[in-house]
């Protein structure tokens, strides 16, 4: 199984980027793929998740209404659309797949199964 995340960068205060991760090496379509993100001086951290089962998204309290996680099926790609972007969400912000699908499941990194190898994400003018 590998998950190869890319898109990261440097971005300004209020900019966007578009994360993407392509999962090889399962059945795509039956996991719930998540983005965690590891920030300096805290541990990794939820972010968003895709249900598999409901297809319902959930989001961290902190990039709500500015994050939007979704998924191609077709393509095997989950991808991390954020805008709005702040200093604070400078990071390494990593994919995962997971086989569960509930909300208070897919919050938790012990849930995921395969992880990518993270892609920096840098928020500064």
């Known amino acids: 199984v590998q998950l190869q995340a890319c898109g990261g960068g440097l971005v300004q205060p209020g900019g966007s980027l578009r994360l993407s991760c392509e999962v090889s090496g399962l059945t795509f379509r039956i996991y719930s793929p998540g983005w965690f993100r590891h920030t300096p001086g805290k541990e990794r951290e939820f972010v968003a998740a895709?249900?598999?089962?409901?297809?319902?998204?959930f989001y961290a309290d902190s990039v709500k209404g500015r994050f939007t996680v979704s998924r191609d099926n077709a393509r095997n790609t989950v991808y991390l659309q954020m805008s709005s972007l702040k200093p604070e969400d400078t990071g390494v912000y990593y994919c995962?797949?997971?086989?569960?699908?509930?909300?208070?499941?897919?919050?938790?990194?012990?849930?995921?199964?395969?992880w990518g190898q993270g892609t920096q994400v840098t928020v500064s003018s």
């Open positions: 995962a797949v997971s086989g569960y699908y509930s909300y208070s499941d897919l919050t938790s990194k012990v849930k995921y199964d395969h």
């Open positions: 895709k249900s598999y089962r409901s297809g319902s998204a």
